[in-house]
């Protein structure tokens, strides 16, 4: 197949480029750097050394990947026609519910970035390719924490003795996750409108440092954040145990979610995009490994951590989040093993890989450590949160 991944240089989009490489796909993709830029306007910078993006294109374009730098809010008509896509992996959007947060001019960034980039790969594939089909990246955070079910994408809904399948109530969190909403809404639009197919990945929050393809090699590996903006709990617990810095969970911790390694994010969207859905159809995929509170997961780092020599242990601190920490979270996850998904490795194992990796880089985590601690607030204020 001929696969286009708009948003190839982030954390997703690289290691998915080189996965479906490996498997035999033609891969191009495309990405203006936004990712790079805000991690350091965020006091941030990440602990892999990832090759610049000059390098990193000429290096894909040694190993037959075409790696374009531009945006995906810019023209896409002409890339597609070029690249006569079968398939186009959306990952071209900011992704992070605190940089929404952190202001005005971050939350606007964010509507514009995701909901342009959404709209135009859209209006582009209506043009050029409606025959393709898109595979686009939302989160398990569109569903918030109903105390009910969490079924994949629509469930039936009786009223009035009539009986109708309608997509399931979103309830963002963030202003991110209420632009991931909106993409939600439109995607859904064009297939109705347009006759697109497209399959809508509503992934838990991805942890990792590398996957299969990316082996020993440096020159390989993919971007790891630890700022409160663009780092993700597993990967901010392991490196905080790495410089023996105490792991800091939000409140009391029991806030649960959907947790995936990196490499079975790979492997879940490589299912994914080879098995379309029909033309008109919007289908929703559920996509994590499993479900777990925070806590649990700060005491596996704890205790992995200790195993490998690692002195830390858990603070419990202000919640900068505005959000239930105690709730019902019971979602569906059946159309991905249906289609073959199968975890690769136990969380446990995944953590102690993690830990391993990030210990060659411990003065590069000392670097950011002050980034650790979160400061931007869902009240609409800055605090660095306090211990409780």
Not at 198 to 221: A, I, Y
Not at 260 to 267: A, E, F, T
Not at 312 to 320: G, H, L, S
Request: aromatic share 10%; proline share 6%; net charge positive.
């Amino acid at each position: 197949m001929k696969v286009f991944i708009a948003g190839i240089d982030g954390y997703l989009g690289w290691p998915l480029a080189l996965y479906l490489n490996a498997r035999g796909h033609s891969v191009a993709g495309i990405d203006n750097g936004y990712r790079r830029l805000l991690v350091r306007e965020m006091g941030g910078g990440t602990i892999t050394p990832i090759q610049g993006p000059i390098k990193r294109k000429n290096f894909a374009r040694n190993m037959g990947i075409e790696f374009e730098m531009g945006d995906a809010c810019g023209s896409m008509v002409d890339r597609f026609k070029k690249f006569k896509p079968d398939a186009i992996v959306h990952l071209a959007e900011i992704p992070s519910a605190p940089y929404s947060m952190a202001g005005f001019g971050e939350c606007w960034l964010t509507f514009i970035n995701n909901s342009k980039t959404t709209l135009n790969i859209l209006w582009a594939m209506k043009d050029v390719c409606p025959e393709a089909h898109l595979v686009k990246l939302g989160t398990m955070g569109e569903y918030g924490t109903p105390d009910i079910d969490i079924p994949e994408g629509h469930f039936p809904v009786e009223f009035r003795n009539r009986l109708a399948m309608l997509p399931f109530p979103r309830q963002p969190g963030s202003f991110y996750h209420a632009t991931k909403c909106a993409d939600s809404i439109n995607v859904e639009l064009a297939c109705k409108l347009w006759g697109l197919r497209s399959t809508d990945v509503m992934q838990g929050v991805v942890f990792g440092t590398r996957t299969d393809e990316m082996g020993n090699n440096e020159k390989l590996l993919t971007r790891f954040d630890i700022d409160e903006c663009f780092g993700t709990a597993i990967n901010r617990f392991c490196a905080q145990a790495v410089i023996e810095h105490p792991i800091t969970v939000y409140g009391k911790g029991m806030q649960k979610r959907g947790f995936i390694p990196l490499r079975d994010s790979m492997q879940c969207l490589g299912i994914a995009i080879e098995n379309p859905p029909e033309a008109g159809e919007y289908r929703v995929f559920n996509q994590f490994e499993g479900t777990y509170t925070l806590v649990s997961l700060a005491r596996r780092v704890e205790r992995i951590g200790a195993s490998l020599g690692l002195k830390t242990e858990i603070n419990y601190i202000e919640n900068p989040r505005i959000e239930e920490e105690k709730h019902y979270y019971n979602p569906d996850c059946k159309e991905l093993p249906r289609l073959g998904y199968r975890p690769t490795r136990a969380v446990t194992r995944e953590i102690t890989s993690v830990l391993q990796d990030l210990m060659k880089y411990k003065d590069r985590i000392e670097k950011f450590k002050d980034r650790l601690i979160p400061e931007v607030r869902w009240d609409g204020t800055k605090r660095k949160s306090e211990r409780l």
